[in-house]
């Protein structure tokens, strides 16, 4: 059987053509190691000054490795020096963080205005002695059940202690004043002043206990805590230890419902973590009057008690040397 001419051409033809490119690829791979001679001489005598022997696969390889390290060098530099800052189009740190900063900010301002929102309304509240028809305010409202048995607890409490009222008669005067007498006791001492001995005497103080209870937190100016914590039972109503005036009603995150009562002599008392605030800011006051109930509102808080402080001339002194818990 013969073969067609066509076939026999087109064979001789390939096997030309492979033959063609596998001398091309032998000397492609020969000029690639084929070695040359870098000299370096003098201009004017000619002298060899130096000489390396070399190939175009070296010279590849050497190119290549070092656009690697600048490639690295450039990118370690872009990425860990203030140099980026100089890059067309990158964002300034400080303007990122200063982005951060006041996105922060605005979340924090947005919470403690809702905070001051439900607070405010609680005051409302609070200070006409009643509840809305939705009751106090919870800054968590998330456990329906919970907040609704605080509602209803607050509630009763309110209820039971805005209709007190005191004693007229002149033989319950002298009971209450016999009563009154067992949770007083007597503060006398001596504190620098302006007048003319430069000695000013307070005596003959009788103070009220705010709350009978167990101390919990003593008085310790080492660790700042400038007062005493007192628990007592639940929903116990806590009261003025000397006639004053209202100079502070109001709510912190840190403290909860907190009251503040300026007396003669410059003598302060502090009553923090309260339930609930039943006198405002400007109120007169009696020694002995509920000014509010026990709680553990705040951050700061472990459980329902009473952190009572005392000021005299700007000096917190220890409650627990002038009246008994």
Known sequence: MEIPLYLCACYNYLEFFMILKSQKSKKSSQKLIHKYILEIRDEDTFEKKFSYRLSRLNVITVVGLISLVLTAMV????????????IPGYTDVNLSRNLLRATYLADSLAQESKDRGLYIQNLKSILQNRADSQGIYMANSGNDELNNSKLVQEQFVLDKYKNIKPLRSKEDSLLREQIEAEDRYNLSFEHEGETNSGQVRISKMLFFAPLKGIITDSFNLFERHYGIDVVAAVNEAVKATLD????????????????????????LSVYKHNSVLLKKVGNKVKAGEVIAIIGDSGELTTGPHLHFELWFSGTPINPKDYMIF
């Open 244 to 267: 004053g005036t209202v100079i502070i009603a109001t709510w912190t995150s840190e403290t909860g419902y907190i009251i503040g009562l300026q007396h003669k002599n410059n003598i």
């Open 75 to 86: 990118i370690i530099l872009i990425a860990y020096t203030p140099l980026r800052e100089y």
